[in-house]
């Protein structure tokens, strides 16, 4: 069966610092990713996404990923994060209609 | 704001109770899927519907059905409630089926069975 897995659990980093989150999912053909966000208390909503071509993919609010096909991973940074970063974030991979979701990484982030 | 919207917000019931969640995609969008939030689980994808046909199953309980009106709104029912069926039920629509739509999520359902 196809799994998602996120490393982390819970990051707490101060504002101005690096972010990195580590994806890795275990299905071996073709497969869409993706990475939403969920704010305290809103819905999810979509950061980027990866269907093909370049592997380094540019999302909203100044993040990005990186496909490693090699290494089946989907990694999402931010190289400055802000107080508002603050949230949830799942890493997704779609294949066929389904959509399956790591376990999600808290970000909190000190002012 | 997505643009799916999910009722009621809130859901507070007993066990053994059966609910009823409600699902309006965004304009034009024929695909709904449906997913569960809890602590333990995580988000899991229960079922997706496709211009009124199911067109894929997850993680679903025999307890729990779903189908899609001809006005392309969703309902997920859940019966028989039992006290681990709390959590957050999330509706989420694309305009199709192919695999780089992306998926728009509703505010979500909490339901609590006490």
């Known amino acids: 069966a196809q799994s998602v897995s996120q490393h982390n659990h819970h990051v707490i980093l101060s504002e101005a610092a690096s972010l990195e989150l580590g994806c890795n999912y275990s299905y071996g053909g073709t497969v869409n990713l993706f990475w939403y966000v969920q704010y305290p208390g809103q819905h999810l909503q979509l950061l980027l996404k990866?269907?093909?071509?370049?592997?380094l993919v540019k999302g909203i609010k100044g993040f990005e990923a990186e496909f490693i096909k090699s290494k089946f991973s989907f990694n999402l940074r931010k190289p400055s994060v802000q107080w508002s970063d603050t949230a949830e974030y799942f890493c997704a991979v779609r294949n066929d209609y389904k959509l399956s979701f790591g376990a999600g990484t808290t970000v909190t982030v000190r002012a | 704001d997505s643009g799916v919207t999910q009722t009621p917000k809130h859901l507070i019931t007993a066990t053994g109770q059966r609910v009823t969640l409600r699902c309006s995609p965004r304009s034009g969008d024929l695909s709904v899927y449906w997913y569960q939030q809890s602590l333990d689980q995580g988000l899991q994808f229960l079922i997706q519907y496709y211009n009124g046909e199911e067109r894929a199953k997850g993680n679903i309980l025999e307890r729990f059905s779903a189908q899609q009106f001809p006005d392309l709104h969703s309902e997920l029912n859940l019966s028989s409630l039992e006290l681990g069926d709390s959590a957050l039920y999330f509706c989420a629509s694309t305009p199709g089926t192919a695999e780089y739509n992306e998926q728009f999520f509703g505010p979500g359902t909490r339901l609590t069975v006490l």
């Open positions: 990866y269907f093909s071509g370049d592997p």
